[in-house]
Structure formats: C-alpha cells, structure tokens
T-cell receptor, first 116, second 111 residues
Framework: EAGVAQSPRYKIIEKRQSVAFWCNPI?????LYWYQQILGQGPKLLIQ????????DSQLPKDRFSAERLKGVDSTLKIQPAKLEDSAVYLC??????????????FGPGTRLTVT | DAKTTQPNSMESNEEEPVHLPCNHS???????IHWYRQLPSQGPEYVIHGLTSNVNNRMASLAIAEDRKSSTLILHRATLRDAAVYYC????????????FGTGTRLTVIP
C-alpha cells in the first residue's frame, strides 16, 4: 500500500516570497491533515479536511496560509508571504474515517521549509 | 484536551526492554491513550492505542494503570531502529479528531 506522498521534500525561500506544498493521501482516506513542526517541538495541527470540506482550521494563520483539497483527494498548502518564523517541517497526514479517536493517522515524510 | 507528561529523554541498551512512562492525571472517561513515534527525518507513525485494558501488537505493548492516570509503552527488545521521539497523546471519542503532540520522550538506544 502506497503511503502519504509529499513534495517537495526541501524548500528554501526568502522572506516575503510565496511557497506551495503538495500532498497525496493514501487512497480512500477521507480525512486529511496538515501539521507544522518547528524544530524541537511536536507537530501542531494547521488544518483538517473531511473529503473536500474544512473541519478545523482554527490554528491556521489565515492572513498568510491557505489550503485546499480539490475533489477530496490531493491537497495543497500555500504560504504567502513567508516569514522567518515559518521555517519548519510541514507534515501531511491522512486517516480512513471521519470522527473517531481510534482511526490512526498516517504521515508523509514532510517538507522542510527554510525561510531566509 | 487533557494533558500528558513524559520524560524528555531516556536511554536503553540494545536488545533490552524499554518502559516509556506517560502521566495523564486529568484523563476523562472517554479519552483513548495513543502512542506515536517519530524516527529521525520522518513523519510520526502510529504505535498503539488503548482505552482501559492492556494492549499488545507487533510493535509494542501498552500497559494502562487501573485508575487510567498513567500508562507505559513497552518495547520488549529495543533495536537501534527504535531510536525515536515517542509521543503519548489523548484523544476524545467522538471529539477532536486531530492529535495534540507534546514534546515527547527522545529514546536513545545504545549498541
């Protein structure tokens, strides 16, 4: 079974530039998550999709971050304009079902963003 | 979300058992206890979860205290591949779907 795919794996940009990350979840997984992981910390949820609808985006800095999940499959996360503090690993995860604490999440390898 | 407390770091010798503790004194009756681990330069991966009874799977065992205020993840024979950050997470059913990660326990396995 193919895992969660993310691209690119690494990205270096200057502050005030824009950047986009792509995620392809495991086939058939209805729920998709984007997490931000700053060095030395655990991942923090940015946004959660159920099919192509947003379930939770309370932690997403909406003035600069946006995300979409077209057709309930692939997803893109965009930052525009980037700030130095956005330097982090951006993780995409997917899970099989909707609500339910027992559904495990499968994570991709992440995209390491460096903002200079 | 109810909070968990874990030691920042632990060490273990290769091929010996490892007991990773987690305290969750404010756990509610509907909170499941989940463990994930994150290997270097990888995304987190699911390890195990439980509610009240001890659980075993191919990766590990989860021992849950009778009052559910603490739990222990048990790796029966640590290998070098088990060196990772281990996160203990509480998830409410049918509440929040996301995972609230703390800082976890960094496990070092000594050859």
């Amino acid at each position: 079974e193919a895992g969660v795919a993310q691209s690119p794996r690494y990205k270096i940009i200057e502050k005030r530039q824009s950047v986009a990350f792509w995620c392809n979840p495991i086939s058939g997984h209805a729920t998709l998550y984007w997490y931000q992981q700053i060095l030395g910390q655990g991942p923090k949820l940015l946004i959660q999709f159920q099919n192509n609808g947003v379930v939770d985006d309370s932690q997403l800095p909406k003035d600069r971050f946006s995300a979409e999940r077209l057709k309930g499959v692939d997803s893109t996360l965009k930052i525009q304009p980037a700030k130095l503090e956005d330097s982090a690993v951006y993780l995409c995860a997917s899970s099989l079902g909707p609500q339910g604490a027992t559904y495990e999440q499968y994570f991709g390898p992440g995209t390491r963003l460096t903002v200079t | 979300d109810a909070k968990t407390t874990q030691p920042n770091s632990m060490e273990s010798n290769e091929e010996e058992p490892v007991h990773l503790p987690c305290n969750h004194s404010t756990i509610s009756g509907t909170d499941y206890i989940h463990w994930y681990r994150q290997l270097p330069s990888q995304g987190p991966e699911y390890v195990i979860h439980g509610l009240t009874s001890n659980v075993n799977n191919r990766m590990a065992s989860l021992a849950i205290a009778e009052d559910r205020k603490s739990s222990t993840l048990i790796l029966h024979r640590a290998t070098l591949r088990d060196a990772a950050v281990y996160y203990c997470i509480l998830r409410d059913l049918p509440g929040a779907n996301n995972l609230f990660f703390g800082t976890g326990t960094r496990l070092t396995v000594i050859p």
